[in-house]
C-alpha cells in the first residue's frame, strides 16, 4: 500500500526549506542569522501532552526519519562519523552527513513523512504523561503568520531499539556526541495522524489538510 500523501504546503515548510536552509550551510555559505533563527521554528515546536503530569507543552528539537529500509544505512553512517570523535569540523562534517542522507538533493524519497523523532532529555512532565497517555499535539509556529498543528500517537523507544539508536545518533551526529548518555535518552516516535494550517492567512485558521 502506498504511503499517504502527506499535502505539499506543509513539506515545502517543514522539510524542503528546512532542507535548502542545510545545504547552504553544509556548503559554506553566509547564512544571514536572522534566517537561521527563523529556521529553527521549523524544528522546535511546542509538544503538547496530557496525563498524571496535567496539561503540558515543552519546546522540543524535532526531524523527520529515514524510512525503514534506509534506517540500517543511515545508522550506520552516523555511527562512523560519531566513533571518530569529537574533533575540529566535526559538526561541519555532520551537516554534509545530514545533508547526503536526509537533506540533500533526492533525498526526498528515502524519508518517511508520517514520522517525527526527538529526545527525552528531561524525563519530567511530557515523559509522565507518555507514559500513560500516548497522545500528543506538535504546534509549530514560525512569525509572523506560518502556524501548522501536527497530532498523533507517540511511541516510546528506548535502549535496544533501533529507533532508539537512531535519533540519539542523529542528534549527535551534528553536536558533541555524548554516546555514554544514551541509554538514558528515550526516544519518541511521533506518528502523524492529522495536520491543521494554523496560520494567520485564508488558507489556513485551523483548516484541516490531513
Request: glycine content about 8%; hydrophobic content about 35%; charged content about 20%.
Amino acid at each position: 500500500m502506498s504511503q499517504p500523501v502527506i499535502p505539499d504546503s506543509f513539506l515545502q515548510w517543514a522539510y524542503h526549506q528546512r532542507a535548502d536552509l542545510i545545504r547552504r550551510q553544509a556548503e559554506g555559505q553566509e547564512v544571514p542569522p536572522h534566517e537561521i533563527f527563523l529556521g529553527f521554528c521549523r524544528h522546535t515546536p511546542a509538544i503538547v501532552s496530557y496525563g498524571p503530569a496535567g496539561l503540558n507543552a515543552s519546546i522540543k528539537g524535532v526531524g523527520f526519519l529515514p524510512k525503514a529500509e534506509y534506517l540500517q544505512e543511515t545508522l550506520d553512517a552516523y555511527l562512523a562519523h560519531i566513533e571518530a570523535g569529537w574533533r575540529e569540523g566535526y559538526s561541519q562534517a555532520g551537516l554534509h552527513i545530514l545533508m547526503r542522507l536526509l537533506y540533500g538533493e533526492g533525498c526526498a524519497d528515502r524519508i518517511d513523512f508520517l514520522k517525527f523523532g526527538t529526545l527525552e532529555l528531561a524525563r519530567d512532565h511530557t515523559w509522565k504523561n507518555f507514559q500513560a497517555n500516548p497522545t500528543a499535539t506538535l504546534l509549530f509556529y514560525q512569525p509572523p503568520v506560518v502556524s501548522f498543528e501536527v497530532r498523533g500517537k507517540v511511541e516510546i523507544h528506548e535502549e535496544g531499539s533501533p529507533y532508539h539508536r537512531l535519533i540519539n545518533a542523529q542528534h549527535d551526529v551534528y553536536h558533541q556526541p555524548a554516546v555514554e548518555r544514551w541509554p538514558s535518552r528515550p526516544a519518541y516516535v511521533f506518528c502523524i495522524e492529522e495536520i491543521y494550517d494554523n496560520s494567520a492567512r485564508q488558507t489556513g485558521f485551523g483548516r484541516r489538510i490531513y
